[in-house]
């Protein structure tokens, strides 16, 4: 089955909860907004994720903002497509916050995020899915905790693509093109004054146990 919004115009707040905002599982969910400066708020699966099925969130232009708390804003799990497309504008991507890594990084106090260009697959048996994240022009801010930016795990594919502005990427662990395990993870930027941050490795294009990651960096 397949579910469309369609929204022409407007600033437009969207809250939505678990599996919503362009999910896709074991179906086809695109939410489209043609215009306006959003707000997107989401909990889990949400926001351009896929599982079984595809989800897309598409946006056109305006100054826009992205929350969430797991597995979004770009994000698969096994044979899913997850997109989320912005064209234009100053936006805010930040995922997780709440959900504590634990047992690995519960001292540090370091979130789940799942999000901005991951995908995961069920190890040893099901392999991931695609997952992108991709932003046409703006200075823009990416927030996320682990498993973010352009990272995948276990046979997926996963991009977080921005083509232009000065854009600054924070994260805390395994994160900004991070491979691990026979997967391809990748971060390529545009062009400008662009920041990456993290709080610890497994970052900048690390690629584990077969795993092919690439940062580029064009301008």
Known sequence: CQAWIVDVT????????VVSLGSG??????LWDLAGDDLYEGEALTEGFGAFGLG??????????YRLQLYGQ???RTWGVGLLADRAGD??????GRIIHKPL????RATFGFAQGFSIGYRPDHSGGLAVLWDGAGDDVYIGGTYTQGASYWFSFSVLMDDAGNDRYTAFYYSQASAMHLTVA???DGG???IYACHMGAIHAIGHEWGIALLWDKG
Do not use: M, W
């Open 10 to 17: 407007g600033n437009d707040r969207y809250r939505g909860g």
């Open 25 to 30: 599982v074991l179906d086809v969910r695109v």
């Open 56 to 65: 897309a969130l598409f946006d056109g232009a305006g100054n826009d903002t």
């Open 74 to 76: 770009g994000a698969s």
């Open 91 to 96: 936006d805010l991507y930040q995922a997780g």
């Open 105 to 108: 990084l519960e001292k540090e």
């Open 186 to 188: 990748a971060l390529i």
């Open 192 to 194: 400008g004054h662009d």
